[in-house]
């Protein structure tokens, strides 16, 4: 009995959703529906696709194997549309990105009323989001696009399905509260506390390399992802933060802060990552991430 290929979207579902009564409320339609088309499935390829535990489904290896094959059908039909799209007046179609904020605010917002402009057919849409989530939803292709950043010294290792685009590259800078002592090379950072981001952030390892080159342990106090939070508690007169420079455009604190560049505290670079399909991106993509290169060069550090 040979597959119809349109049961392979219930099992996709399913997979995604976590469970066939969430798939179920996905897809809008019953439970009932998603385990009839989940057997009708089974019984043409002949073998059992998830595992059905009190706590939940998983996939079978058989399972995994058409899941896999979903998401290459899906990828191809969504680049197809694209290309079909493309024949027309211009690029049209939805591109999903996952970004954060210095990038949403300098880089994204930026490019928002030129694309409304030069391509009325093409919806971006935004998620401010945690990076590793944003990169798993990269994988899953619920997301075409993601901002993302490494510090200095870190490689890079391009996931494979995705393409990596360099936009630009930032000085860390130190930041104090207003009225202290200002350091004027980085050993006499030593002695400072430090508000540090989450564990395997730019920010994060930016401490730990200064560390390594001053042969001395940075205590840290308090843990953001948010650079406009650290900011704040810098002005509370919590710690000192290194903070990009890009961050520091428009910041609210001017009063209650100081910024202090010194030598050899690195750079945080930023870049994006989109999913391939074979060699070319999709017209829509390949339109977001021109204009980003393009407003990354039109930005200028002092």
């Not at 393009?294 to 002092?302: V, W």
Request: hydrophobic share 45%; proline share 6%.
């Amino acid at each position: 009995m040979s597959t119809d290929p349109r049961r392979l979207s219930f099992l996709l579902a399913v997979h995604r959703a976590g469970g066939v009564l969430a798939a179920g409320e996905m897809l809008g339609i019953t439970p009932s529906a998603v385990s009839q088309q989940i057997a009708r499935l089974e019984a043409e390829e002949g073998c059992s696709v998830l595992d059905r535990t009190p706590r939940g489904v998983s996939l079978t290896p058989e399972g995994r194997v058409l899941v896999d094959a979903a998401e290459r059908i899906e990828a191809e039909l969504v680049q197809a549309r694209q290309a079909i799209a493309a024949l027309g007046d211009g690029v049209t179609g939805l591109v999903r990105i996952g970004s954060f904020q210095t990038a949403i605010r300098w880089l994204l917002g930026p490019i928002l009323p030129l694309i409304a402009t030069n391509y009325p057919g093409l919806v971006v849409d935004i998620r401010d989001g945690d990076p590793a989530e944003c990169a798993a939803l990269l994988r899953t292709g619920e997301l075409d696009i993601v901002m993302a950043e490494r510090d200095t010294d870190v490689g890079s290792i391009v996931p494979r399905g995705t393409s990596e685009v360099p936009l630009l590259e930032e000085p860390w800078q130190v930041v104090i509260a207003a009225g202290q002592p200002q350091p004027q090379r980085p050993s006499d950072l030593a002695g400072y506390t430090f508000i540090s981001g989450p564990e395997g952030s730019a920010s994060e390892l930016a401490i730990k390399r200064m560390e390594r080159s001053l042969g001395a342990k940075i205590n840290t106090l308090h843990t953001t992802h948010d650079f406009a939070s650290a900011l704040a508690l810098v002005a509370a007169r919590q710690g000192a933060a290194l903070i990009p420079a890009l961050a520091l455009h428009g910041n609210v604190q001017q009063d209650k802060i100081q910024v202090v560049s010194l030598a050899g505290l690195g750079t945080r670079r930023l870049f994006l990552r989109h999913r391939v399909n074979r060699r070319e991106p999709s017209p829509g993509v390949q339109v977001v991430t021109n204009l980003l290169v393009k407003q990354a060069r039109e930005i200028k550090f002092n």
